[in-house]
């Protein structure tokens, strides 16, 4: 059963912006050190990746109901497996939230545009 469905919108130039003019502090209050590293490995797509991880932690909270009261930002930790699929690493925090809500399992999916990016995360229960 789904129980909880979010989604954002993200503009990538935003991003770009923000990553321009904070730089590292921006970089390593929002990533953690694993989602840097993957994101800088793009190079000409590094502002793409940093925007679609922002928003797959966006979508994430709106499926949970949640604001940032509840998590901070590197709690929520966008990886990718082999084959570039997107996936929420279980850390601790995440592990205790899954099971406080009693998710099963969770997708996600995010995808661009030259000026956007969009991430929906769906959370399952039994």
């Known amino acids: 059963m789904i ?33 840097i590293e993957y994101c800088e490995d793009k190079n000409n797509n590094k502002y793409q990746s940093y925007a679609g991880k922002f928003a797959a932690k966006e979508a994430f ?3 949970l109901g949640w604001g940032l009261w509840k998590i901070e930002w590197k709690e929520i930790e966008i990886l990718n497996d082999n084959k570039g699929r997107p996936f929420i690493y279980s850390s601790e925090r995440i592990k205790e939230i899954f099971t406080q809500k009693k998710i099963y399992n ?21």
């Open 61 to 63: 909270l709106k499926a």
């Open 3 to 35: 129980i909880g469905l979010g989604i954002d919108l993200v503009e990538i130039n935003r991003v770009k912006k923000i990553i321009q003019r904070w730089g590292e502090v921006f970089i390593t209050r929002l990533f953690t050190q694993q989602e």
């Open 106 to 126: 969770h997708l996600i999916s995010i995808t661009h545009t030259k000026n956007y990016v969009i991430a929906e995360v769906l959370l399952e229960t039994k």
